[in-house]
């Protein structure tokens, strides 16, 4: 068995911070999000991995590699515009072959990792078998429509009610799939977009009408798709709050408190009234000073923070913070500099945010 992982795209409700890097590589609990995929799919025992990414890529190639670093053979395709989920099968064809595969789109996070659903797939034996999730918006997902335990249709973000069963990023297929994306058709092309994409739903659809196989999964834990900050601060909480505690350093000064589930690298250096309250990830070679770092937090590698105070928030490596005032929900990316303004007059905020950024003040 196979699996197809997606790493392209241009991550457009990700900007500013889309701007210089795949998103993909954004980390969350301190780990980048392609390399969560990677961990779940080998974790299900899946060896033989390719990965979609944008045309001329080096960033997820620099950090995946070969895929040995998991005991894995990965192999690379490019997409030249993009063009859908539909269409990265089309072109992973070649590399698939005949065989089953597991397609999982790689800003897709989930409890317990894949491995159970790929044993469900293959005891199965169906064509198509999709993982679905109950949410309470599911005008924003496609969703499945169950009728007598059976699928009967997929809608992509339906504008009334069918369910409330996201499809989630996750699919196992056989090569029966390969048939069902070529017939799909260019939808409309989508606000914010130049070109019109081939669509996944739309093959599902297509095996369902044609009398294939088609089963399913309920997700009975937590899943995340985090394609918006908000789904990026939640899918941190969510994985922050399964960690255990592991503190690799031992520059920690005894009048620091730490509670909570902690993880902390090392060569950081902890010093002065800084309060620690898990669960948090902090990096390697940190430095904290009189600061309170709260629940829901990570913090990457070598971050300086002196007199701070940040909650439930991602913050990037190489960043500064030396600011009073409290930075709840927030995430800054590589070496950003965060300080506090002087009391002066006239006062004022200076700003530099990219587009399609929310400040608020």
């Given at each position: 068995?196979?699996a197809?992982?997606?790493?392209?795209?241009h991550g457009?409700?990700?900007?500013?911070?889309?701007y210089?890097h795949?998103?993909?590589?954004?980390?969350?609990?301190?780990r980048?999000?392609?390399c969560r995929?990677?961990?779940?799919?080998?974790?299900?025992?899946?060896?033989?991995?390719?990965i979609?990414?944008?045309?001329?890529?080096?960033?997820?190639r620099?950090l995946v590699?070969?895929?040995?670093?998991?005991k894995?053979r990965?192999?690379?395709i490019?997409?030249e515009?993009?063009?859908g989920?539909?269409?990265?099968?089309?072109?992973?064809?070649?590399?698939?072959?005949?065989?089953?595969?597991?397609?999982f789109?790689?800003?897709?996070i989930l409890?317990?990792g894949?491995?159970?659903y790929?044993?469900?797939?293959?005891k199965?034996?169906?064509?198509?078998h999709?993982?679905l999730?109950?949410?309470?918006?599911?005008?924003?997902f496609?969703?499945?429509e169950?009728?007598?335990?059976?699928?009967v249709?997929?809608v992509?973000k339906?504008?009334e009610?069918?369910?409330?069963?996201?499809?989630?990023?996750v699919?196992?297929?056989?090569?029966h799939?390969?048939?069902?994306?070529?017939?799909?058709?260019?939808g409309?092309?989508?606000?914010g977009r130049?070109?019109?994409?081939?669509?996944?739903?739309?093959a599902?659809?297509?095996?369902i009408?044609?009398?294939?196989?088609?089963?399913?999964?309920?997700?009975?834990g937590?899943?995340?798709?985090?394609?918006?900050?908000?789904?990026?601060?939640e899918?941190?909480q969510?994985?922050?709050?399964e960690i255990?505690?592991k503190i690799?350093?031992?520059?920690?000064?005894p009048?620091?408190?730490?509670?909570?589930?902690?993880?902390?690298?090392?060569?950081?250096?902890?010093?002065?009234?800084?309060?620690?309250?898990?669960?948090?990830?902090?990096g390697?070679?940190?430095?904290?000073k009189?600061?309170y770092?709260?629940?829901?937090t990570?913090?990457g590698n070598?971050?300086?923070?002196t007199?701070?105070e940040?909650?439930h928030?991602i913050?990037?490596n190489d960043?500064?913070?030396?600011?009073?005032?409290?930075?709840?929900?927030s995430?800054?990316?590589?070496?950003s500099?965060?300080?506090?303004?002087?009391?002066?007059?006239?006062?004022?905020?200076?700003?530099?945010?990219g587009?399609?950024?929310m400040?608020e003040?």
């Amino acid at each position: 068995m196979k699996a197809l992982i997606t790493a392209g795209g241009h991550g457009t409700r990700l900007r500013p911070l889309t701007y210089t890097h795949n998103k993909h590589l954004i980390p969350i609990a301190n780990r980048p999000m392609i390399c969560r995929a990677m961990d779940m799919v080998t974790e299900a025992g899946i060896r033989d991995v390719i990965i979609n990414v944008n045309k001329g890529d080096t960033e997820i190639r620099g950090l995946v590699g070969d895929g040995k670093a998991w005991k894995a053979r990965v192999q690379y395709i490019e997409q030249e515009a993009p063009l859908g989920l539909a269409h990265v099968v089309k072109i992973a064809q070649p590399y698939i072959g005949k065989d089953k595969f597991l397609y999982f789109l790689g800003d897709n996070i989930l409890a317990g990792g894949v491995k159970k659903y790929v044993k469900e797939f293959l005891k199965k034996g169906s064509s198509c078998h999709l993982l679905l999730s109950r949410v309470p918006d599911p005008e924003r997902f496609g969703v499945a429509e169950v009728k007598k335990g059976k699928i009967v249709r997929t809608v992509e973000k339906p504008k009334e009610y069918i369910s409330n069963l996201a499809v989630t990023g996750v699919y196992l297929y056989d090569h029966h799939i390969f048939e069902a994306v070529k017939s799909v058709k260019p939808g409309a092309v989508l606000p914010g977009r130049q070109i019109a994409e081939l669509d996944i739903p739309s093959a599902h659809q297509w095996l369902i009408d044609h009398g294939y196989k088609v089963t399913f999964s309920e997700v009975t834990g937590w899943w995340k798709d985090t394609g918006k900050p908000k789904d990026l601060l939640e899918g941190n909480q969510l994985i922050l709050s399964e960690i255990q505690t592991k503190i690799e350093t031992k520059d920690i000064e005894p009048n620091v408190l730490i509670q909570g589930k902690v993880r902390i690298g090392q060569g950081t250096k902890i010093s002065g009234r800084s309060i620690i309250r898990g669960p948090l990830v902090i990096g390697e070679n940190c430095i904290i000073k009189d600061s309170y770092i709260g629940p829901f937090t990570s913090i990457g590698n070598n971050a300086q923070i002196t007199d701070g105070e940040i909650e439930h928030s991602i913050i990037f490596n190489d960043t500064s913070i030396n600011c009073s005032q409290r930075i709840v929900d927030s995430i800054l990316g590589e070496g950003s500099i965060i300080t506090s303004c002087h009391q002066t007059l006239p006062s004022g905020h200076q700003l530099f945010v990219g587009d399609n950024s929310m400040v608020e003040l």
